[in-house]
């Protein structure tokens, strides 16, 4: 059964292509589930480590072994614990990842043998309604060989010995797999996948310091339980990728681990989260940065904004817990002037309050988005500009430089997302940086363009009468 929690009015969750098959990994801590992942996906999309947990939220991609084309669904380690705890959350997550799935890899350390562990959660296996495929991992070599014999008392058929992490044994869990991947291609070969192409989907990352609620407001725009979620700091530790459509438009949306201080950040596996989100950061469109609104505005909060605006982003702020602030007013001009003032190179960034855990105002976030996105791959005309350049050079010319006046001889835009303008002079070298701020913000204002980062660029222009 999935979940009955419906999305907001007029979005849905993108639907996972139907006809592919779906396979989850499942397994106790530290068996490899997410190096198997990453072997099928072929790339390094889960982390990975030497030590237990690592894994939280479930991550899906497309996968394959030779000719066999499927979606892979990586999971937290099936654990136990009290109902509130973090185990029966993670417990939860691998529980809707199997839900979604049509067979399951149940995965067991070759090396370790079966444990009491391992035979706990076969009893929960079976109450799945899903075929299982035994998976003894860690057999390079001869490695493993007695946990492949324990593995045949679970009653689901020959395991398949293998190596994650150096790629053995994808022969015999090619066999295992293709007749369930056949059964799904017929089953579905009538109907049309729901996913969007690339070019017409808008990529947009949640990112902010930890325990702002990046996870629950990923949830609250998805209309499900999608991502795990409590009072523990630094629950979120991958970069989590779920397709989804808002209100026709696709859209790829990406939960980040919460950023820190460099010199706060010590752990392995922080650093590895840390560099996924900056990574995300590079990649995506658009980016939330959420900010605890009962706290206000943080030295990390700018350093986060600065950098997504350098990357050429689109920026919005996001004020979560609004439903707790007394002082709105106090902490929205405290928020904007500390913003206009760290990054005016992107005035006028929108800025949102909302309550993820409520909704209260979350129906306003994508709008900004949308518009802000319009702005960022907004063209002007090359004659609108070089009328723009003649109004502002002469209501403002440009500084004597060695007691001449520069002459700015026209201006292009050559490139959008970001809006990037080039302007030709005979010594660009010469304009102050003041007079650039100038040209920029008057460009803002002319066409409409605050909110997202400009690129103004000076070069040389040719003398037409030099040979060469």
């Known amino acids: 059964m999935r979940s009955s929690r419906k999305p907001r009015s007029g979005s849905r969750a993108a639907e996972t292509p139907v006809s592919p098959l779906v396979v989850a990994i499942v397994g106790r801590p530290n068996v490899g589930k997410s190096t198997l992942f990453n072997r099928l996906v072929g790339r390094r999309l889960a982390l990975v480590a030497d030590e237990p947990g690592v894994t939280r939220d479930r991550r899906e991609g497309p996968a394959k072994i030779a000719d066999l084309r499927f979606t892979v669904i990586d999971t937290a380690g099936l654990v136990d614990g009290p109902k509130a705890s973090l185990e029966a959350r993670l417990r939860r997550q691998t529980e809707r990842g199997m839900e979604s799935a049509h067979v399951a890899l149940f995965l067991v350390d070759g090396r370790a043998g079966v444990t009491p562990l391992d035979r706990h959660f076969v009893a929960w296996l079976r109450r799945q309604d899903r075929p299982v495929i035994v998976v003894v991992n860690k057999c390079e070599g001869t490695a493993g060989r007695g946990g492949v014999l324990d593995a045949t008392e679970f009653g689901f058929g020959d395991p398949v010995p293998m190596s994650a992490e150096h790629g053995e044994g994808l022969d015999d869990l090619y066999q295992a797999l293709r007749p369930f991947v056949d059964a799904q291609a017929e089953a579905v070969a009538a109907e049309v996948a729901t996913d969007a192409p690339d070019n017409q989907r808008l990529s947009l990352v949640i990112v902010g310091r930890p325990n702002t609620g990046k996870s629950t407001l990923v949830n609250r725009l998805l209309g499900e339980e999608r991502m795990l979620t409590g009072p523990e700091p630094g629950l979120t530790r991958d970069s989590i990728a779920v397709s989804w459509i808002d209100h026709g438009q696709a859209v790829r949306l990406v939960d980040t681990a919460g950023l820190r201080r460099k010199a706060k950040v010590t752990e392995k596996i922080e650093t590895m989260a840390q560099s996924e989100t900056l990574r995300a950061i590079r990649l995506t469109q658009a980016a939330v940065l959420l900010l605890d609104a009962t706290v206000g505005v943080e030295h990390q909060d700018l350093a986060i904004g600065s950098l997504i605006v350098e990357e050429g982003r689109v920026l919005i702020v996001a004020l979560n817990k609004w439903d707790l602030v007394d002082n709105g007013q106090q902490v929205l001009d405290q928020v904007r002037t500390s913003l ?89 070298e010469g304009l102050p940086a003041g007079y650039i701020r100038y040209l920029t913000n008057s460009l803002r204002d002319a066409f409409d363009l605050d909110g997202v980062p400009i690129r103004f660029e000076l070069r040389k222009s040719r003398n037409p009468f030099k040979s060469g």
């Open 340 to 428: 206009s003032q760290s990054l005016s190179q992107a005035r006028g960034v929108p800025i949102v309050t909302i309550s993820a855990l409520t909704g209260r105002g979350v129906e306003k976030l994508m709008p900004a988005v949308q518009k802000a996105v319009k702005v960022w791959s907004h063209r002007v005309p090359t004659s609108a500009l070089n009328r723009w350049l003649e109004e502002a050079s002469d209501r403002n010319p440009p500084p004597l430089v060695s007691g001449r006046t520069p002459k700015i001889r026209y201006v292009v835009q050559v490139s959008t997302r970001p809006p990037t303008f080039v302007a030709f002079l005979s010594r660009p």
